[in-house]
């Protein structure tokens, strides 16, 4: 067993970041991609290399053993029994030192495949926890799985054949060159004959299965992502009676993907049956020259066995090399894959910018314009907004009149097309906005919860808090009876996603990961929404407890549920239509009292 150190995490964190330049920063096919994730590895390749060699040494000693001992057989010479006797020692030796020099090579050569392995998806852990939320919102989450589990996972099977079925070629190759140009030209430029015949085999199916490659990788992508939707609707399509529907959207799906599989298999089974006849076809012929230069006497006996073992091993080298194309192909499709994360230049980059070690919480909106890449329709459009620090705001309005684009842009998940946004007096364009978040606490509208315990979701970010701070929180959040009653405590396991708990009892745990922050700024995007109305009133008085002196966002369509807001900002059309109290915009009777009014 592998001791730990072989896989050390600075290693990899390094390796991680080197993928990411080799990305970003170089041009180049899949091969030298491939060969630059290697790079921190060579001497374990050039070991696994010199490992592999003697491993592999008895395929060409063997045969000449062989060849000895048949024109031994032959034509006996004096010393018959002793060099009967050498060449069995040998062939003893060579195959007993298969077993050590076989692990050594697997050693070193796993050592190297398994840490670019884990290099490659940290990268791209690393990568999307750095690209935007644009990216997030463009790329879907079942195509990121299948390019971080099954592309990286294409990748290592690329690289092991490259480093083992090239390598052992490349010695079959030149060992067996060597051989017999030292024993016979003629037959060495029948040898010679076969790499040409290989690459003219390849070059007719290269491109064609290098495109059905992509299709088949995109389509599989695709259902990846389609399995991943379908397992979250579950709840929706059997309480609509929707299972027919989507058994036959899946079916068409998979449809797609067999087809397109089938497509693949038969152009690589053509390419694999024409190139196995070709490569027998000559191997025919070299047996028939070996025989008829026998039979003139220009070679012994014996070395008819030799170049036919020798021009076999070597057909069947290049033959694997020729079948192992639509392999080469996935694997440098998938190199192409994993490059649509690692080689996008989508990132949240806050190198050199304002770091905030303290946060007053002052912000300002000034004349923001924003539109999404794929949409010139404006989200918002002049929007001007001012929140003093320690004010509750209020955002009002019907859907899609921007209010959640704005509590985006006040995380700093999106930037104006146009327009300024100041916090605390600094440009955001200016700010280390990761410095930032962390004095902040977000409650969204669909409450996030990942499996594990409920002390694992409300402590997420904050491990070290006490019992006596949990328990504050608890009961802050209105949580404590509720946990109370669960089978095991804070460590109740809540299912996937917190299925195993309600609406009400997720927005909860939402909250409580919220308060224990102790942030300085708040956002809150319809946080009571899935809370009844008596648990509702309980936790809007922990809620103003929290936020006092505390800038406040509230996304809210209950109206009733900000009363207590500083101010509110009725949004209409990606502006700032009304904005002032609760009781100054009653009185005013304009859109906010039209809104309540249809509330009442």
């Known amino acids: 067993m592998e001791k730990q150190s072989h896989f050390s995490e600075a290693e990899i964190i390094k390796e991680e970041n080197d993928f990411i330049e080799t990305y970003t920063k170089r041009r180049g096919g899949a091969f030298r991609i491939l060969m630059n994730l290697y790079k921190t590895h060579k001497w374990r390749l050039l070991l696994s290399a010199i490992f592999f060699a003697v491993k592999v040494s008895p395929t060409w000693i063997i045969p000449i053993i062989t060849a000895n001992l048949i024109n031994i057989a032959a034509s006996p010479p004096e010393n018959a ?129 290098k495109k059905h490659n992509r299709i088949f990788r995109r389509e599989m992508e695709n259902t990846s992502s389609r399995v991943m939707d379908m397992v979250q609707l579950v709840p929706i399509t059997r309480a609509h009676a929707l299972e027919d529907d989507e058994i036959h959207k899946m079916t068409d799906q998979v449809t797609a993907v067999a087809k397109s599989g089938y497509k693949l298999d038969m152009i690589q089974s053509l390419f694999g049956s024409t190139s196995w006849v070709i490569f027998n076809l000559f191997q025919i012929i070299c047996l028939a020259c070996s025989v008829i230069l026998a039979t003139k006497g220009e070679i012994a006996i014996g070395d008819i066995s030799l170049y036919q073992t020798y021009f076999a091993a070597l057909v069947a080298k290049v033959a694997g090399i020729v079948a192992l194309l639509p392999t080469i192909s996935k694997g440098a499709e998938s190199i192409y894959s994993i490059g649509e994360i690692l080689s996008s230049y989508d990132v949240e980059d806050y190198k050199g910018k304002t770091k905030l070690k303290k946060l ?112 504050a929180v608890l009961k802050a959040a209105n949580l404590d009876s509720v946990v109370k009653k669960l089978p095991n405590g804070l460590d109740t396991d809540i299912g996937e996603h917190g299925d195993k708990l309600s609406g009400g009892q997720r927005q909860r745990i939402s909250i409580a990961r919220a308060i224990i922050r102790n942030p300085d700024v708040i956002i809150f995007d319809e946080a009571t929404s899935a809370l009844d109305t008596v648990s509702e009133a309980e936790i809007q008085e922990a809620i103003n407890n929290l936020t006092a002196k505390k800038t406040t966002f509230v996304v809210a369509h209950r109206l009733s549920t900000i009363k207590n807001a500083d101010k509110i900002a009725v949004i209409k059309d990606g502006r700032c239509v009304e904005f002032g109290t609760y009781r100054e915009l009653m009185d005013k009777k304009g859109e906010f009292y039209t809104f309540k009014t249809m509330q009442a």
């Open 360 to 471: 007053k919480g002052k912000f300002e909106f000034k004349n923001i314009r924003f539109h999404y890449p794929d949409d010139e329709r404006p989200i918002l459009d002049g929007l001007n907004i001012t929140v003093e620090p320690g004010e509750t705001i209020a955002l009002v309005g019907e859907s899609g009149s921007g209010k959640t684009t704005i509590v985006n842009m006040a995380i700093g998940f999106f930037s104006p097309n146009d327009g300024e946004l100041l916090i605390d007096g600094v440009s955001v364009s200016e700010i280390d906005m990761h410095s930032y978040r962390q004095h902040l606490a977000v409650v969204p509208q669909n409450t996030i919860l990942f499996s594990g315990t409920i002390r694992d979701n409300i402590t997420y970010g904050k491990p070290n808090v006490s019992e006596k701070e949990l328990n």
């Open 81 to 209: 029994t002793h060099l009967i006797a050498n060449n069995i020692i040998a062939a003893v030796v060579v195959l007993v030192l298969n077993i050590p020099f076989h692990t050594l090579h697997t050693k070193y050569l796993s050592l190297a495949r398994r840490n670019v392995e884990a290099g490659l998806r940290g990268a791209m852990i690393r990568k999307l926890q750095q690209l935007s939320i644009s990216f997030h919102k463009e790329m879907q989450s079942g195509r990121i799985q299948s390019k971080v589990m099954r592309d990286v996972e294409s990748v290592e099977a690329f690289s092991s054949h490259i480093f083992g079925t090239f390598l052992d070629v490349i010695l079959s190759m030149s060992v067996t060159i060597g051989v017999v140009i030292s024993k016979n030209i003629t037959v060495f430029f029948i040898f010679l004959i076969t790499v040409p015949v290989a690459v003219l085999t390849m070059l007719p199916f290269k491109n064609t299965i």
